[in-house]
């Protein structure tokens, strides 16, 4: 089960997400919500002023596919602040593209890696709004704000209530 929240206070977003398995889970799926998972945390590593959108992108996809795994192309994550999606696009896979949007310190965006046990596309259904894997593969979704510190240095401002990010830290 997906659960994806945005937030709006005192004018500005953040945009947070996580998949949990209910019920007894398949060793499958379990691997998928890990991978997914650490996929988040390669991506947030690589969000440091004077990187690119392509190491963020570059790490996750590398760890994603490394495991066996797809990266989901048709959605991506996405600079957040006054308005819940804005500029620039922060994809789960490498683009050249990418190498041209350096990260510089104060920009905030949501990194969120999503991955699917199959192939990589989705498709949304009659309601315009649940989105699943064309060819009904699992699928999982991880995702926090962050924010590039004065100092460069990744700042997650998502986090639980006293700094924990055991939530999304799944353990498998």
Do not use: C
Request: charged residues 20%; aromatic residues 8%.
């Amino acid at each position: 089960m997906g659960i994806d929240l945005g937030v709006f206070y005192k004018g500005v977003h953040v945009d947070t997400g996580i998949t949990v398995g209910v019920g007894r889970i398949s060793p499958l799926a379990r691997k998928l919500l890990r991978v997914t998972s650490e996929a988040l945390y390669k991506g947030i590593e690589q969000a440091r002023a004077s990187n690119t959108v392509w190491d963020i992108a570059a790490a996750i996809q590398n760890w994603v596919e490394g495991h066996g795994f797809s990266v989901v192309r048709e959605l991506v994550g996405h600079g957040v602040g006054r308005y819940l999606h804005e500029a620039p696009e922060i994809p789960n896979f490498a683009e050249p593209r990418l190498k041209q949007i350096t990260l510089v310190p104060l920009m905030t965006f949501a990194v969120e890696p999503m991955v699917t046990a199959g192939d990589f596309r989705v498709k949304v259904l009659a309601d315009n709004w649940t989105v699943v894997t064309e060819d009904g593969s699992l699928a999982a979704q991880f995702e926090h704000t962050v924010a590039i510190g004065q100092d460069g240095e990744p700042i997650i401002l998502t986090l639980g209530p006293n700094g924990e990010d055991d939530l999304w830290r799944v353990p498998f």
